[in-house]
């Protein structure tokens, strides 16, 4: 039985027990290689399939999974969920929407044809650590892989739904730990394409070799505020953490500092931010979420002033209002939201501008998570990066921290460059902030 045999036989069932339900089918194969001291030390091939049904009876959810594709595990899974739902709560915000659209993405786009063969994969993963390697202070690559893939999505539900992705991602990263006596540090970065033609070791290597040897010799610089610049990965990370204050659900749960705050100024009036699930250059791009409601911008702060929360159809409910299409649900959770590619409207500030004076530009923070409460937005963060002046480097800077409140620093913002940048995984599309006054202990 292909796909949709399989989907007609749990969806109608569903429907013969007087439920509603939705069905999630995730399949795809990938490859993942690392390599040690020349040679290498994993060769990990995976293929995997596996069903998610969630289903709705008497106002009552009940999830259940199955990675078996036979008729009798099929019935079996069908019959989990709906004693699942048995036992459970009522919830009268969560429903299977009213949704029989034919939705699926251009493989041409998002799964083009690939060429490379595993020997070229394997080949690329040894020269990577070995080239790596045999830089000079270099002791070893202790984080390195080759990982290339392609995933496969698909959303029925009893409503009609069909809504089905397609994607393929390549991706190599490296880590050197570099040692100069008594010294060492370990930097690492890594690159992301839909075609592995398209990975380019030797910039990579380049990059995490000279990230390395020029954090080396980095000291504390004494305590005090600063104004500061997190790169491109670090800003990403930064507002990723934090980016509850924009989730329906956490204010469905009373957990969200911003869940009343609709329509107030909550930051500098020249920041805008905008989730992007249409910009296909991005691999957080979405054409529907996981219930398969279709995706489009959405401005979740416009001019410093919060806009828009993202929901889910079980939090619009709740606060009496539309799906923002920001849906999560994978085969084995429930229901929950995300976003999918957040962007910050690029400023004004020149390059010129944006560098001028002293500054401390941020490349690394330690302790992100454990470091930082998203309620209350106050976060302390170990970190390393460069002392600047007029965009020249004075010094590289270790063994810092970077503390203060994160909501308040969207107030405090200085300047916001007029380029937009990539993260590394390309999730994140944003110009350089910089924010004044921040409080730096060295």
């Known amino acids: 039985m292909n796909i949709d045999s399989n989907a007609e036989q749990v969806l109608s069932l569903v429907t013969k027990y007087g439920a509603k339900g939705d069905l999630i089918v995730d399949q795809g194969n990938a490859i993942s290689l690392k390599a040690r001291d020349g040679q290498l030390e994993e060769h990990k091939v995976t293929s995997s399939r596996i069903f998610g049904l969630r289903v709705i009876k008497d106002d009552k959810v009940g999830t259940a999974y199955s990675e078996a594709a036979d008729s009798d595990s099929l019935s079996s899974l069908v019959e989990q969920a709906l004693?699942?739902?048995?036992?459970?709560?009522?919830?009268?915000?969560?429903?299977?929407?009213?949704?029989?659209?034919?939705?699926?993405?251009?493989?041409?786009?998002?799964?083009p044809n690939e060429t490379a063969t595993t020997d070229d994969r394997i080949r690329l993963a040894l020269e990577l650590e070995r080239e790596l390697a045999s830089r000079d202070k270099v002791k070893n690559v202790p984080y390195n892989g080759i990982q290339d893939g392609v995933g496969e999505r698909h959303v029925f539900s009893t409503e009609g739904l069909h809504a089905s992705t397609r994607s393929r991602s390549c991706s190599a990263f490296a880590y050197a730990l570099i040692e100069d006596g008594e010294k060492n540090a370990m930097e690492g970065s890594g690159q992301v394409a839909r075609l592995f033609s398209d990975l380019d070791k030797t910039s990579l290597i380049e990059k995490v070799y000279q990230d390395a040897i020029d954090i080396l010799?980095?000291?504390?610089?004494?305590?005090?505020?600063?104004?500061?610049?997190?790169?491109?990965?670090?800003?990403?990370?930064?507002?990723?953490?934090?980016?509850?204050?924009?989730?329906?659900?956490?204010?469905?749960?009373?957990?969200?500092?911003?869940?009343?705050?609709?329509?107030?100024?909550?930051?500098?009036?020249?920041?805008?931010?905008?989730?992007?699930?249409?910009?296909?250059?991005?691999?957080?791009?979405?054409?529907?979420?996981?219930?398969?409601?279709?995706?489009?911008?959405?401005?979740?702060?416009?001019?410093?002033?919060?806009?828009?929360?993202?929901?889910?159809?079980?939090?619009?409910?709740?606060?009496?209002?539309?799906?923002?299409?920001?849906?999560?649900?994978?085969?084995?959770?429930?229901?929950?939201?995300?976003?999918?590619?957040?962007?910050?409207?690029?400023?004004?500030?020149?390059?010129k501008e944006l560098y001028s004076g002293k500054y401390l530009l941020i490349t690394d923070l330690t302790g992100m998570h454990s470091g930082a409460n998203a309620i209350s937005g106050e976060f302390s963060f170990g970190a390393s990066g460069y002392l600047c002046e007029n965009s020249e480097r004075l010094k590289p800077v270790r063994n810092i921290t970077v503390a203060g409140n994160f909501y308040e620093m969207l107030q405090a913002i200085s300047l916001i460059g007029k380029t937009s940048h990539w993260n590394w995984q390309r999730s994140s599309f944003m110009p350089s902030i910089r924010f004044a006054d921040v409080a730096i202990s060295g």
Do not use: W
Not at 94 to 107: F, G, P, R, W
Not at 276 to 304: H, Q, V
């Open 217 to 351: 010799n980095g000291e504390p610089v004494p305590s005090a505020h600063y104004d500061v610049i997190f790169n491109k990965e670090m800003q990403a990370s930064l507002f990723g953490v934090f980016s509850v204050m924009f989730s329906g659900k956490s204010a469905k749960d009373g957990i969200n500092p911003m869940r009343d705050k609709k329509g107030e100024s909550i930051a500098d009036p020249r920041l805008t931010i905008i989730d992007r699930p249409d910009l296909m250059e991005g691999f957080g791009y979405s054409l529907f979420d996981d219930e398969g409601t279709p995706t489009e911008a959405l401005e979740l702060i416009k001019d410093g002033t919060l806009t828009s929360l993202i929901h889910n159809s079980m939090t619009a409910s709740y606060f009496e209002s539309e799906s923002t299409g920001h849906a999560t649900r994978g085969p084995r959770s429930t229901l929950g939201v995300g976003l999918h590619q957040l962007a910050i409207k690029a400023g004004d500030a020149d390059e």
């Open 83 to 111: 004693t699942n739902a048995s036992y459970a709560t009522p919830e009268v915000h969560e429903k299977i929407l009213a949704n029989d659209a034919q939705l699926s993405t251009d493989d041409g786009i998002f799964c």
